[in-house]
Each structure stands twice: as C-alpha cells, then as structure tokens.
C-alpha cells in the first residue's frame, strides 16, 4: 500500500472512531472537504502541514497516521522532511521519534499542537532557526533545544540544509 491509500485509510478510521463527520473534521482542521475526502481515499497525497492540522483536530500524535514500521514514511512540508523513525506510547504520553531534514533557504510555520504538546531538537548537521514564531533559537551542529508546540511555532535553515532528530511528545 503506498502512502496516500495508507495514510488515508487510517484517517478514515481514526474520524469514524471518534464519531466525526466529514464536513465536522474539514471545519475543525480548516481543510477543505473536497481535499479531506480526496485525502481518506488515497487519491491525494498530503503535506506535513495538512497531516498536522487534522491529526490535531482528532486530537491525536502524528505518528497515529504514520506509524508502519514495515514501511517508514517520509512526508513533506514547506521547509521539512520527516521520517518518522519510533513511536513510543505510556500511560499519559505518546513519544515520537523524527529524522527530519529543514531545507535551506526555506521556512516552515507550524500552527499549535494539541495542549501541552513539547518538541526537542537536536541538530546533527547545518544551523537551524526553530521554536516559537516569534522568538526562535539558532541551534548548531552538536546541540539541542526544546520548546512549546502548542502555539506556533517554526522551522528555518537559513544556510545550507540541516539534518536533526526530532523528538515531539504529546500527552493523552
């Protein structure tokens, strides 16, 4: 099964699971029904940016549509590719685990997570801007951050691209 029909069908399942129409998800995630339904039957391939807003709105971790370890996906947005590489769930949290590359030049806005969600960085290679919108950290090769991902926050490589591991962990 390739990515679309995969990724969609689990967003299928995980709406109907929560008794959430269509039209009630397009609204929650501010996608359009057209695109949600062309994204649930794998005729549409999604970004980052849209797997984010709805995963949201299901109140679920990323990794809920991603995670395959037979098969790991790699999925896009504006400035990042991600790949995730482990997915960890306790009692109160879910633990994701990203390689992620920030492509140079570009820059990536990340709308809030859900409450309480926190991200970690470490930068393996290049410099990143990451963190909140407003405020964002420069982290170097070797070092690490963390911030808040329940309010905007943002992704730039601003010479040459960057490769980190990502760490994103939201409670349940």
Known sequence: MDLAASVGSRLKELREARGVSLSELARRSRVGKATLSELESGRRNPTLETLYALTTALDVPLSSVLHDPAHPATISGDAVDAVLLERFEADTSVTETY????????????????PGTTEHIVVLAGTAHVGDVN???????????????????????????VEALLVVRCPK
Not at 136 to 144: K, S, Y
Request: hydrophobic fraction near 35%.
């Open 135 to 161: 405020d964002p950290a420069l982290i170097g090769p070797g070092a690490h951050g963390s911030w808040a991902a329940d309010t905007p926050h943002v992704y730039r490589a601003p010479a040459g691209d």
């Open 99 to 114: 390689r992620i590359r920030i492509r140079s030049g570009a820059t990536q806005e990340s709308a809030a997570h859900a």
